[in-house]
């Protein structure tokens, strides 16, 4: 098999659970974002636009929507001869096998994989974080340090820092700290879950920690602090642009809301940086007499009888006539009957939203986001 | 398997097809006539599907590409486009559809189906073949060709048209080919099925004494000799041979019945992928009966119109009964009424273009206004 400069290995099996009922059979990469997206799209399209053509994808919760979605990665033109997308659940071996017990234990667990393209470099990602990042860029700063590590880090407010990995650095980049979700943060640099690592150095790093008891196999706990303790040379690499974490609902919501600023916080029309997506089959979205759109997004195959403001509109969705939808993301193939009004809600895949599940579900100016499912409505998630 | 020939010239769409066969017209918000009749072959089942080019046909290969998004990449059949090529000397250019089928005879042969859909491609309809195909065997029909009755044809439309007269069981007993009165209203969709067998053998005919078009000379002066019925299609077709008629399926398909029936009924229709995000309504945005596919940007007002992807209305603009293709761009302060702007039009700030409803504006595509 031929040889790759960098191999990308995309964290994708993370259960989400703060994300209640929308990560109830769906793994959190594959929750819808964006009008037509999947929150994984956006780290895959990354690897594409930045030349990394051999992608690992590692699954392990509710994966079947998830791997159905990846297939043989054609939508993000990884179906390529040597490389391209390879989807790596856990197995068995011989009379072993077990689950990814952490980060870096899935990564451990397919060593062989990485392996088979005998790389210089390799880039760890995770598939639950929206942006738009140039990895070859991170990876020239990288190779210019003669780094070991080199992890990607966005300023955060102080306030939040605790809830990151944050790193102290010297002024010319290099890490001397490093505190996986401090409860007195030093500073505001948090990590993005984006790594680059040498592949000598991390195979001696994963083979090292699978073997001690006291580790819970985690990079951010457990891998990184380690390489630090040791004096391996880790860069941080600032990333100045739009960057967000949209494991809880309210961050979701909030994010769908940042693409709906004029002009937006995150730029889906850039075409030097395209988003690539399983493009669904539907005709254009129509608008009809009776709709009003305002502020919104709205993709193919929706149909709004009702009136929209400030919302994102996936594919496929129903707005039915004398409708109130506002500050509020419809997931794809959703029903909003006639007569609904909805404020400040998520709604998820296929629910139907009928008036008595609207009434119960408040009308969000308290500041609670309620989030409607084909399972049960949850109310009360305050942004 | 299937066959669809696309260089058919009964039509007269002007600057719309100066570049491009009708089959790769855009139409309906995203996408192109041809999508109707390679999803109907493989909503049927049909996964061997022949495309015969003639002129331009650039755009039909960029287009069907490898033919993924129609699921017609196979290892086994899959889609076959054939440029143009030499029939005896006729040096490329067919003179009609039996030279056309001539020039892939081999193709046709080789094949390993029994029966054959024959197809033009400027019709578009939703239609299952395979209950026409069931008709086709109930009658124990030689050929069997697809016709709808068209309430309103006139002397204009019917010189585009070929038309039926059947008897009540449904036999075809004549047959007018563009007449200019029309004799009748059933209008043939350029939609017929038979055996290859059958078919090589009357384009053989054909062709052998100098003659080029199937209907005309194959199956018309085999009326006797053969079974030939008609097979009433009752659901809406969209027959594009005008700029007038190109406008008005556009425009109907603002209605919800005329979309169910042509693109939502059946199935889906499918085309070629474009990796478009969705589509800005921004903060001052008014629109009203409108189709708009992905990637638009709309700042201004927007009423029965056809988006296709990736147009941007700036603020201030009013379009109103207009058909707007892909990639165009309408500036500020602008009033568009009954146009029809082909692809990659810009319209610069303070123009304004209006249309008759029976005469709309056709703007050519790549054009500055």
Known sequence: MGTKECVAMLLAGGQGNRLGILTKDLAKPAVPFGGKYRIIDFTLSNCTNSGIDTVGVLTQYEPLKLHSYLGIGQPWDLDRLVGGISILPPYTS????????????????????????????????????????????ML???????????????????EEASRFGIMTTRSDGRIERFDEKPEKPESNLASMGVYIFNWSVLRTYLIEDAGMESSSHDFGKDVIPRMLSMGERMYAYRFNGYWKDVGTVESLWEAHMDLLAEPPLFDLYDPSWRIYARNPVEPPHYIAPTAQVKGSIVSEGSVVYGQVEHSVIFHGVYIGPNTIVRDSVIMPYAEIEAGVELYKAIVAEQAVVTQNSAAEGGDGKAGAISVYSSLALTRNYTA | ??????????????????????????????????????????????????????????????????????DLDRRRDGLFIFPPCSVQDTGGWFKGSAEALQSIAHYIQRS????????????????????????HQERAADITMAYYEDPQLTQVDSAHCTLLQTTPDGRIYDIAVQPRTPSGRKVYMELCILEKELLLQLVDKCVVRGHYHLVRDGILSNLQALQVYGYQFAGYVARVDSVQSYYQHNMALLDQKVRDQLITSAGKVLTKVKNEPPTRHASGARVRNCLVANGCRIYGEVENSVLFRGVRIDKGAR???????????????????????????????????????????????GVTV
Request: hydrophobic share 40%; charged share 15%; net charge neutral.
């Open chain 1, 94 to 137: 011989g009379k072993r096998g077990e689950w990814y017990s952490g980060t870096a234990n899935a990564v451990y667990q397919n060593l062989r994989f990485i392996m088979q393209y005998d790389p210089a470099y390799v880039l760890v990602l995770s598939g639950d974080h929206v942006y738009k990042m140039d990895y070859s860029k």
């Open chain 2, 112 to 135: 390993r189906q029994k029966y054959c859909v024959v197809s033009g491609s400027h019709m578009a309809y939703s239609l299952s073949l395979e209950q026409m195909m069931q008709y």
């Open chain 2, 319 to 365: 379009v109103c009964n207009s058909i707007i293709m892909q990639g165009s761009h309408v500036g500020e302060d602008t009033l568009l009424e009954q146009v029809v702007l082909d692809k990659s039009v810009v319209i610069s700030p303070g123009k304004s273009l209006i249309g008759q409803a029976n005469y709309p504006l056709v703007i050519s595509k």
């Open chain 2, 1 to 70: 398997m299937g066959i669809i020939y696309t260089g058919e010239r009964n039509i007269d769409l002007q600057d719309l097809t100066r570049a491009r066969p009708v089959a790769t017209l855009p139409f309906g918000g995203r996408y192109r006539i041809i999508d109707f009749i390679l999803s109907n072959m493989v909503r049927s089942s049909i996964t061997n599907i022949g495309v015969i080019t003639q002129s331009n046909y650039s755009s039909v290969i960029d287009h069907l590409g490898s033919g993924a998004d129609w």
């Open chain 1, 140 to 158: 020239a700063y990288h190779r210019d340090n003669g780094a070991s590590v080199t992890i990607a880090v966005i300023k955060v407010p102080m």
